[in-house]
Protein backbone atom coordinates (compact mmCIF):
# COMPACT_ATOMS: atom_id res chain seq x y z
CA UNK A 1 0.00 0.00 0.00
CA UNK A 2 0.78 3.64 -0.74
CA UNK A 3 0.01 5.87 1.43
CA UNK A 4 0.37 9.91 1.52
CA UNK A 5 0.36 11.83 4.79
CA UNK A 6 0.13 15.59 5.01
CA UNK A 7 2.21 15.67 2.15
CA UNK A 8 3.89 18.86 1.20
CA UNK A 9 6.46 20.38 -1.11
CA UNK A 10 7.62 24.22 -1.63
CA UNK A 11 9.93 25.70 -3.94
CA UNK A 12 12.28 28.55 -3.49
CA UNK A 13 12.83 30.46 -6.69
CA UNK A 14 14.31 34.03 -6.50
CA UNK A 15 13.79 34.38 -2.83
CA UNK A 16 10.25 33.45 -3.04
CA UNK A 17 8.29 30.27 -1.82
CA UNK A 18 6.08 28.52 -4.18
CA UNK A 19 3.79 25.72 -3.02
CA UNK A 20 3.77 23.03 -5.27
CA UNK A 21 1.97 20.64 -2.38
CA UNK A 22 -0.05 21.50 0.43
CA UNK A 23 -1.53 18.65 2.71
CA UNK A 24 -2.24 15.68 0.70
CA UNK A 25 -3.70 12.75 1.86
CA UNK A 26 -4.12 9.66 0.25
CA UNK A 27 -4.20 6.06 0.54
CA UNK A 28 -3.72 3.28 -2.32
CA UNK A 29 -4.34 -0.05 -2.26
CA UNK A 30 -1.92 -2.57 -3.80
CA UNK A 31 -3.33 -4.42 -6.53
CA UNK A 32 -6.23 -1.10 -7.78
CA UNK A 33 -5.57 1.18 -10.91
CA UNK A 34 -5.30 4.90 -8.98
CA UNK A 35 -5.60 8.19 -11.08
CA UNK A 36 -4.74 11.41 -10.23
CA UNK A 37 -5.81 14.11 -12.44
CA UNK A 38 -5.90 17.97 -12.60
CA UNK A 39 -5.15 21.04 -14.76
CA UNK A 40 -1.63 21.92 -15.88
CA UNK A 41 0.54 23.18 -12.60
CA UNK A 42 -2.05 21.73 -10.43
CA UNK A 43 1.10 19.78 -9.13
CA UNK A 44 0.38 16.58 -10.26
CA UNK A 45 3.91 15.43 -11.84
CA UNK A 46 5.26 16.68 -8.50
CA UNK A 47 3.33 14.31 -6.47
CA UNK A 48 4.10 11.22 -8.19
CA UNK A 49 7.90 12.45 -8.04
CA UNK A 50 7.34 12.49 -4.28
CA UNK A 51 6.05 8.82 -4.12
CA UNK A 52 9.83 7.57 -5.41
CA UNK A 53 11.28 10.42 -3.83
CA UNK A 54 12.84 11.41 -7.27
CA UNK A 55 11.78 14.74 -5.47
CA UNK A 56 12.02 15.23 -1.49
CA UNK A 57 8.98 16.18 0.16
CA UNK A 58 9.48 19.14 2.46
CA UNK A 59 6.93 17.71 5.03
CA UNK A 60 5.03 15.21 5.49
CA UNK A 61 5.19 11.12 5.14
CA UNK A 62 5.14 8.97 2.05
CA UNK A 63 4.45 5.27 3.49
CA UNK A 64 5.75 1.87 1.17
CA UNK A 65 4.13 -1.24 2.39
CA UNK A 66 3.75 1.04 6.17
CA UNK A 67 7.53 2.09 5.80
CA UNK A 68 7.95 5.60 5.39
CA UNK A 69 10.86 5.81 3.09
CA UNK A 70 11.39 9.68 3.88
CA UNK A 71 13.28 8.44 6.63
CA UNK A 72 15.54 5.79 5.39
CA UNK A 73 18.94 6.10 5.01
CA UNK A 74 20.04 6.48 1.02
CA UNK A 75 21.38 2.81 0.76
CA UNK A 76 17.96 1.65 1.37
CA UNK A 77 15.83 3.93 -0.53
CA UNK A 78 17.86 3.12 -3.62
CA UNK A 79 16.87 -1.03 -2.54
CA UNK A 80 13.40 -0.10 -2.88
CA UNK A 81 13.14 1.90 -5.65
CA UNK A 82 13.56 -1.06 -7.91
CA UNK A 83 10.01 -2.37 -6.23
CA UNK A 84 8.52 1.29 -8.11
CA UNK A 85 8.58 1.10 -11.75
CA UNK A 86 8.29 4.68 -13.75
CA UNK A 87 7.29 5.34 -16.92
CA UNK A 88 7.14 9.23 -18.83
CA UNK A 89 5.51 11.22 -21.26
CA UNK A 90 8.31 11.51 -23.47
CA UNK A 91 9.81 7.91 -23.46
CA UNK A 92 13.19 8.29 -22.13
CA UNK A 93 15.24 5.46 -24.05
CA UNK A 94 18.56 6.02 -24.14
CA UNK A 95 18.73 6.41 -28.29
CA UNK A 96 22.02 4.06 -28.46
CA UNK A 97 21.05 0.95 -27.64
CA UNK A 98 18.30 -1.51 -28.79
CA UNK A 99 15.05 -2.06 -27.56
CA UNK A 100 16.01 -5.22 -25.57
CA UNK A 101 19.25 -3.28 -24.37
CA UNK A 102 17.01 -0.85 -23.16
CA UNK A 103 14.92 -3.14 -21.27
CA UNK A 104 18.10 -4.71 -20.02
CA UNK A 105 19.53 -2.02 -18.75
CA UNK A 106 18.19 -1.27 -15.14
CA UNK A 107 19.21 -5.24 -14.29
CA UNK A 108 22.70 -4.44 -15.51
CA UNK A 109 22.57 -1.33 -12.98
CA UNK A 110 21.42 -4.30 -10.43
CA UNK A 111 24.29 -5.99 -10.82
CA UNK A 112 22.22 -8.90 -12.87
CA UNK A 113 23.91 -11.41 -15.21
CA UNK A 114 23.40 -10.12 -18.92
CA UNK A 115 22.34 -13.80 -19.93
CA UNK A 116 19.51 -13.34 -17.24
CA UNK A 117 18.99 -9.77 -17.87
CA UNK A 118 18.72 -10.43 -21.75
CA UNK A 119 16.50 -13.68 -21.02
CA UNK A 120 13.63 -11.36 -18.93
CA UNK A 121 13.62 -8.42 -21.13
CA UNK A 122 13.05 -10.69 -23.80
CA UNK A 123 10.11 -11.85 -21.60
CA UNK A 124 9.07 -8.65 -20.92
CA UNK A 125 8.67 -7.64 -24.71
CA UNK A 126 6.67 -10.74 -25.39
CA UNK A 127 4.26 -9.12 -23.10
CA UNK A 128 4.30 -5.87 -24.37
CA UNK A 129 3.40 -7.31 -27.81
CA UNK A 130 7.40 -5.93 -29.40
CA UNK A 131 9.13 -9.57 -29.81
CA UNK A 132 9.68 -8.94 -33.06
CA UNK A 133 11.54 -5.08 -32.65
CA UNK A 134 13.93 -6.22 -29.82
CA UNK A 135 16.54 -5.74 -31.86
CA UNK A 136 15.04 -2.20 -33.55
CA UNK A 137 16.55 1.86 -31.90
CA UNK A 138 14.42 4.35 -30.74
CA UNK A 139 14.57 6.03 -34.12
CA UNK A 140 13.10 2.96 -35.84
CA UNK A 141 10.22 2.71 -33.16
CA UNK A 142 6.70 5.02 -33.33
CA UNK A 143 5.35 6.36 -30.67
CA UNK A 144 3.12 3.88 -29.09
CA UNK A 145 6.20 1.33 -29.61
CA UNK A 146 8.56 3.89 -27.56
CA UNK A 147 6.07 3.47 -25.10
CA UNK A 148 5.94 -0.04 -25.03
CA UNK A 149 9.45 -0.34 -24.32
CA UNK A 150 9.41 1.88 -21.92
CA UNK A 151 6.54 -0.16 -19.68
CA UNK A 152 9.01 -3.01 -20.52
CA UNK A 153 11.75 -1.82 -19.07
CA UNK A 154 10.02 -0.28 -15.66
CA UNK A 155 8.82 -4.10 -15.34
CA UNK A 156 12.06 -5.44 -15.31
CA UNK A 157 13.03 -5.21 -12.08
CA UNK A 158 9.55 -6.89 -10.97
CA UNK A 159 8.53 -3.75 -9.14
CA UNK A 160 4.91 -4.02 -6.97
CA UNK A 161 4.36 -0.05 -8.18
CA UNK A 162 3.77 1.66 -11.26
CA UNK A 163 4.15 5.45 -11.96
CA UNK A 164 2.88 6.39 -14.87
CA UNK A 165 3.28 10.69 -15.51
CA UNK A 166 1.33 11.77 -18.23
CA UNK A 167 2.02 8.17 -20.05
CA UNK A 168 -0.34 9.03 -23.03
CA UNK A 169 -0.16 12.59 -23.37
CA UNK A 170 2.35 11.80 -26.24
CA UNK A 171 0.19 9.25 -28.45
CA UNK A 172 -2.55 9.73 -30.62
CA UNK A 173 -6.27 8.36 -29.55
CA UNK A 174 -5.81 4.86 -30.83
CA UNK A 175 -2.19 4.52 -29.24
CA UNK A 176 -3.49 5.78 -25.90
CA UNK A 177 -6.32 3.10 -26.05
CA UNK A 178 -3.75 0.29 -26.41
CA UNK A 179 -1.29 1.41 -24.10
CA UNK A 180 -4.46 1.69 -21.07
CA UNK A 181 -5.18 -1.95 -22.21
CA UNK A 182 -1.69 -2.87 -21.94
CA UNK A 183 -1.79 -1.53 -18.32
CA UNK A 184 -5.08 -2.95 -17.17
CA UNK A 185 -3.62 -6.49 -18.59
CA UNK A 186 -0.05 -5.70 -16.44
CA UNK A 187 -2.41 -4.77 -13.15
CA UNK A 188 -4.69 -7.93 -13.80
CA UNK A 189 -2.02 -10.45 -14.51
CA UNK A 190 1.08 -9.21 -12.39
CA UNK A 191 -0.99 -7.42 -9.90
CA UNK A 192 1.39 -3.91 -10.25
CA UNK A 193 0.17 -1.28 -8.63
CA UNK A 194 -0.49 1.30 -10.99
CA UNK A 195 -0.59 5.06 -10.58
CA UNK A 196 -1.91 7.32 -13.18
CA UNK A 197 -1.16 10.82 -13.61
CA UNK A 198 -2.99 12.63 -16.19
CA UNK A 199 -5.25 15.74 -17.23
CA UNK A 200 -7.32 14.25 -19.88
CA UNK A 201 -10.58 12.24 -17.71
CA UNK A 202 -10.79 9.52 -20.80
CA UNK A 203 -7.76 7.80 -19.65
CA UNK A 204 -9.15 8.01 -15.74
CA UNK A 205 -12.53 6.71 -16.98
CA UNK A 206 -11.01 3.85 -19.05
CA UNK A 207 -8.49 2.84 -16.49
CA UNK A 208 -8.78 3.63 -12.79
CA UNK A 209 -10.43 2.13 -10.39
CA UNK A 210 -10.46 5.53 -8.36
CA UNK A 211 -9.09 8.83 -8.49
CA UNK A 212 -8.33 12.19 -6.60
CA UNK A 213 -8.65 15.13 -8.56
CA UNK A 214 -6.10 18.00 -7.98
CA UNK A 215 -6.48 21.76 -8.17
CA UNK A 216 -3.93 24.56 -6.70
CA UNK A 217 -1.79 21.68 -5.00
CA UNK A 218 -4.09 20.45 -3.14
CA UNK A 219 -6.56 17.37 -3.44
CA UNK A 220 -10.52 19.09 -4.07
CA UNK A 221 -12.46 15.51 -4.50
CA UNK A 222 -11.47 11.85 -3.82
CA UNK A 223 -13.27 8.68 -4.65
CA UNK A 224 -14.39 5.52 -7.11
CA UNK A 225 -14.23 6.40 -10.72
CA UNK A 226 -17.84 6.41 -11.44
CA UNK A 227 -18.54 8.46 -8.32
CA UNK A 228 -16.97 11.13 -9.30
CA UNK A 229 -18.02 11.09 -12.79
CA UNK A 230 -21.65 10.95 -11.91
CA UNK A 231 -21.63 13.49 -8.61
CA UNK A 232 -18.91 16.08 -9.28
CA UNK A 233 -18.43 17.77 -5.81
CA UNK A 234 -16.05 20.24 -6.94
CA UNK A 235 -15.69 23.09 -9.87
CA UNK A 236 -12.39 21.59 -11.07
CA UNK A 237 -14.02 17.84 -11.45
CA UNK A 238 -16.79 19.25 -12.93
CA UNK A 239 -14.95 21.32 -16.24
CA UNK A 240 -12.57 18.23 -16.36
CA UNK A 241 -15.68 15.84 -16.70
CA UNK A 242 -17.64 18.36 -18.89
CA UNK A 243 -15.05 21.16 -20.42
CA UNK A 244 -16.70 24.55 -20.33
CA UNK A 245 -16.71 24.90 -24.25
CA UNK A 246 -18.93 21.86 -24.57
CA UNK A 247 -21.50 23.48 -21.93
CA UNK A 248 -21.49 27.28 -22.62
CA UNK A 249 -23.78 27.73 -26.34
CA UNK A 250 -25.50 30.89 -26.14
CA UNK A 251 -28.85 29.67 -25.28
CA UNK A 252 -31.92 32.21 -24.28
CA UNK A 253 -33.89 29.95 -22.27
CA UNK A 254 -33.46 29.47 -18.63
CA UNK A 255 -31.62 27.98 -16.29
CA UNK A 256 -29.44 25.33 -17.01
CA UNK A 257 -28.92 22.17 -14.55
CA UNK A 258 -26.51 18.97 -15.15
CA UNK A 259 -28.40 15.79 -14.93
CA UNK A 260 -26.24 12.17 -13.58
CA UNK A 261 -27.34 9.02 -15.14
CA UNK A 262 -26.74 5.80 -13.23
CA UNK A 263 -26.79 1.80 -14.72
CA UNK A 264 -30.23 1.59 -14.09
CA UNK A 265 -31.89 4.74 -15.69
CA UNK A 266 -30.43 3.52 -19.54
CA UNK A 267 -33.06 1.69 -21.57
CA UNK A 268 -35.96 4.25 -19.97
CA UNK A 269 -36.94 6.95 -22.23
CA UNK A 270 -36.33 9.80 -18.99
CA UNK A 271 -36.38 12.97 -21.11
CA UNK A 272 -39.61 12.10 -22.95
CA UNK A 273 -41.27 11.12 -20.43
CA UNK A 274 -40.39 14.08 -18.08
CA UNK A 275 -41.26 16.59 -20.77
CA UNK A 276 -44.76 14.48 -21.36
CA UNK A 277 -45.80 14.75 -17.54
CA UNK A 278 -44.46 18.33 -17.29
CA UNK A 279 -46.41 19.60 -20.01
CA UNK A 280 -43.18 21.93 -21.00
CA UNK A 281 -40.41 21.38 -23.40
CA UNK A 282 -36.37 21.42 -22.50
CA UNK A 283 -33.71 21.87 -24.47
CA UNK A 284 -30.60 19.07 -24.16
CA UNK A 285 -27.86 21.46 -24.17
CA UNK A 286 -24.93 18.31 -24.18
CA UNK A 287 -24.94 14.63 -23.46
CA UNK A 288 -22.35 12.62 -22.63
CA UNK A 289 -21.77 8.39 -21.85
CA UNK A 290 -19.45 6.49 -20.73
CA UNK A 291 -18.85 3.10 -19.91
CA UNK A 292 -17.30 2.54 -16.61
CA UNK A 293 -16.16 -1.13 -15.31
CA UNK A 294 -18.83 -2.18 -17.60
CA UNK A 295 -21.59 -0.09 -16.70
CA UNK A 296 -22.87 2.55 -18.49
CA UNK A 297 -23.16 6.34 -16.94
CA UNK A 298 -24.03 9.84 -18.12
CA UNK A 299 -24.16 13.35 -17.97
CA UNK A 300 -26.61 15.60 -19.45
CA UNK A 301 -26.87 19.67 -19.37
CA UNK A 302 -30.25 20.56 -19.31
CA UNK A 303 -31.94 24.33 -20.06
CA UNK A 304 -35.10 24.58 -17.95
CA UNK A 305 -38.12 26.88 -19.63
CA UNK A 306 -37.69 30.31 -18.50
CA UNK A 307 -41.01 30.43 -16.92
CA UNK A 308 -40.10 29.57 -12.92
CA UNK A 309 -43.57 27.28 -12.08
CA UNK A 310 -42.38 25.20 -14.90
CA UNK A 311 -39.06 25.08 -14.09
CA UNK A 312 -39.92 23.97 -10.66
CA UNK A 313 -41.58 21.59 -11.92
CA UNK A 314 -39.16 19.72 -14.21
CA UNK A 315 -37.45 19.87 -10.95
CA UNK A 316 -39.61 18.10 -8.89
CA UNK A 317 -39.92 15.80 -11.74
CA UNK A 318 -36.74 15.12 -11.57
CA UNK A 319 -36.26 14.44 -7.60
CA UNK A 320 -39.38 12.51 -7.73
CA UNK A 321 -38.00 10.07 -9.82
CA UNK A 322 -34.92 10.07 -8.37
CA UNK A 323 -32.33 11.47 -11.00
CA UNK A 324 -30.05 13.74 -9.57
CA UNK A 325 -29.40 17.10 -10.92
CA UNK A 326 -27.46 20.44 -10.05
CA UNK A 327 -27.69 24.00 -11.09
CA UNK A 328 -24.88 25.29 -13.81
CA UNK A 329 -23.34 28.28 -13.04
Not at 152 to 179: G, V
Not at 300 to 307: Q, S, V
Request: proline residues 4%; aromatic residues 4%.
Amino acid sequence: MIELKSLGKTYTASEKEIVALEDINLSIADSEIYGIIGLSGAGKSTLVRCINLLEKPTSGQVLIDGADITAIPRKELLKLRRQIGMIFQGFNLLEQRTALQNVTFPLEVSGIRFRDAKERAAELLELVGLSDRSGSYPSQLSGGQKQRVAIARALATKPKYLLCDEATSALDPNTTRSILDLLKHINQTLGVTIVIITHEMKVIDQICDRVAVLDNSRIVEEGPVNVVFTTPKSEIARELIMPGEKKSFDTRGGHKIRLSFLPEHFGKPIISELVLECRTPVNIVYADTQKLDGALYGQMILELPTDANDAHKVMLWLENHQIEWHKER
